[in-house]
Nanobody, 114 residues
Framework: QVRMVESGGGLVQAGGSLRLSCAAS????????AGWYRQAPGKQRELVAIITAGSRIDYADSVKGRFTISRDGAKNTVDLQMTSLKTEDTAVYYCYTRRTVGYWGQGTQVIVSS
């Protein structure tokens, strides 16, 4: 059974930074896809950033240049470094991984205050 544990959410002022981390079961490199989605109140869940086994990275246009996704093989985590945070980044952030099927984390809240 795949289990993922997210950490790093919280409250930050606009312009600040946060780092999210998702610890996955087994090697993070064993997943075809690993990344982050988010869901703001009243909105649909959307892609934030994703990295494939071949190290292809995709970002939502709204976070390009501000967020960086990476994998840590020693810790088996997929991390999201978020800088220059905006109030519109406020959402619950979900870790997502996929081998043959997809798995979701429980979510971590990020609140960016003005």
């Amino acid at each position: 059974q795949v289990r993922m544990v997210e950490s790093g959410g919280g409250l930050v002022q606009a312009g600040g930074s946060l780092r999210l981390s998702c610890a996955a079961s087994g090697s993070i490199f064993s997943y075809n896809v690993a990344g982050w989605y988010r869901q703001a109140p009243g909105k649909q869940r959307e892609l934030v950033a994703i990295i494939t086994a071949g190290s292809r990275i995709d970002y939502a246009d709204s976070v390009k240049g501000r967020f960086t996704i990476s994998r840590d093989g020693a810790k088996n985590t997929v991390d999201l470094q978020m800088t220059s945070l905006k109030t519109e980044d406020t959402a619950v952030y979900y870790c997502y991984t996929r081998r043959t099927v997809g798995y979701w984390g429980q979510g971590t809240q990020v609140i960016v205050s003005s």
